[in-house]
């Protein structure tokens, strides 16, 4: 996984019994995520929605004070976008920037957002989510 310039991120591929989990750390899209999700049943991923970032970037500009405006411009060169993730079976997204605690507004910017360019099960990460993969 590729997270510069914030320090080590890992991900992991476990195979069982002919079903394949891939779970990604922070990560721009990357061969190494390309090839951890390859064929995967499941993908648990980081996601941002970079275009509501960049409005938000966009809206900071426009205050004084460039620190925050530079926050998200520099966030979205080192997390992945919620349009670029793998194609896999299941995919599960979770560390969702920008965060929101309201199920319409995950819906909106998550969820319909990569349902209109991806054809697997897409899940909305929440804590205490659980997958279950039948195993044969």
Not at 57 to 76: L, V
Not at 82 to 87: G, L, Q, R, S, W
Request: glycine share 8%; with cysteine; aromatic share 6%.
């Amino acid at each position: 996984m590729d997270h510069s310039p914030v320090g080590v991120a890992l991900g992991y591929r476990a195979e069982y019994a002919g079903k394949v989990v891939g779970v990604s750390g922070d990560t721009i899209d990357t061969a190494g995520l390309r090839a951890l999700s390859a064929n995967a049943d499941v993908l648990v991923s980081d996601v941002m929605n970079k275009s509501l970032v960049e409005e938000t970037e966009c809206a900071f500009g426009r205050i004084p004070g460039p620190r925050f405006e530079k926050i998200f411009r520099d966030i979205r060169s080192y997390h992945i976008d919620v349009t670029e993730v793998a194609e896999v079976a299941t995919l599960v997204m979770t560390h969702l920037v920008p965060a929101a605690d309201n199920p319409a507004q995950l819906d909106l910017a998550f969820r319909q957002s990569v349902s209109s360019i991806y054809n697997g099960t897409v899940i909305v990460a929440e804590d205490g989510t659980e997958v279950v993969i039948p195993i044969q």
